[in-house]
């Protein structure tokens, strides 16, 4: 992923700057034959690294980018970040709303608006033909949605976290949009797989930073069974509790949060007799 920065500062929706505990991601794509980042995301004069920023993204001469004023309220709208072309054609994330400041990007729908609860993000369109074009902006979203979700503790499987703009309109949270089911479904891809995918790179790399935790038994047994005897004896003597209260169906703490090295130690004092009465 790379991920750069330009808000959009004179959009109304900044402007307004809405506070949102992010409790969620949506997928947008533009509809627009256009993967130039430069079509919607540019500095204004005088922000903050205004030349660096022109430089990476290119210079949009028409006037018809997001970082400005609309007069007509019906056509205000702003996301949280755009994925596209940079000037030299590689792909990018940029940022243009804090990540926790309230998008207009989905309207709403007879249960409310995602705007309120989603952080949202365009990928910018291409012809949809293009199978190489996707599949660089496919991975960069599922790259930047993985950090999305890290970030906000987010469980990318969890029913409506990570959903597009089509699926909140079938939630009754957005309006009546087809993006992304427009594009995805061409390039033999869908939600379902894009939600996998996420959460097969976090849990890669929670592997990779040592960082993999086991929360349940249940888990502990499918994934640790070396471990298992160890755990149970030390939750049902009510030695091992848990990061809160929640319990599973067997009684078992639910949030245990142990790493592989901490079931290793326990095994370790176990066969040692150390929690032997
Ligand atoms: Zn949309």
């Known amino acids: 992923m790379k991920l750069m920065k330009c808000l959009l500062i004179e959009n109304d929706c900044y402007k307004a700057g809405a506070g949102m505990k992010p409790r969620g991601v949506m997928v947008h794509s533009t509809g627009v034959n256009n993967p130039n980042l430069r079509r919607y995301v540019q500095p204004v ?48 994330t940029v940022q243009t709303l804090p990540w926790e400041m309230q998008a207009w990007h989905c309207y709403y729908g007879p249960n409310g608006s995602g705007n309120a609860t989603h952080i949202a993000f365009e990928i910018c369109e291409d012809n949809l033909d293009d199978p190489v074009y996707f599949r660089s902006v496919y991975k960069e979203a599922v790259e930047f949605t993985a950090y999305l979700c890290k970030l906000y503790g987010l469980d990318p499987l969890a029913d409506g976290v990570v959903i597009c703009h089509k699926e909140g309109a079938r939630r009754g949270i957005a309006s009546t949009h087809s993006d992304v089911e427009n594009w995805f479904p061409r390039m033999g891809c869908s939600m379902d797989g894009f939600r996998q995918d996420v959460k097969d790179l976090m849990t890669e790399q929670k592997e990779e930073e040592g960082m993999k935790t086991y929360d349940t038994v249940s888990q502990i ?55 032997s009465k």
């Not at 903050?48 to 709208?77: F, T, V």
């Open 45 to 92: 004069a005088g922000q903050e690294n205004y030349d660096g920023l022109i430089a990476a993204l290119g210079k949009n001469s028409n006037g018809n980018h997001w970082n400005r004023h609309i007069d007509d309220p019906n056509k205000r709208k702003c996301v949280h970040a755009f994925i596209g072309k940079l000037a030299d054609g590689s792909i990018a």
């Open 221 to 275: 047994r499918a994934e640790a069974s070396w471990a298992a005897p160890t755990i149970e004896k030390l939750c049902m003597a009510n030695a091992l509790r848990g990061g809160s209260e929640a319990k599973d169906a067997e009684g078992y703490p639910a949030d245990l949060h142990l790493s592989e090295d901490a079931l290793r130690i326990l095994v370790i004092n176990d066969r040692m007799g150390l929690y």
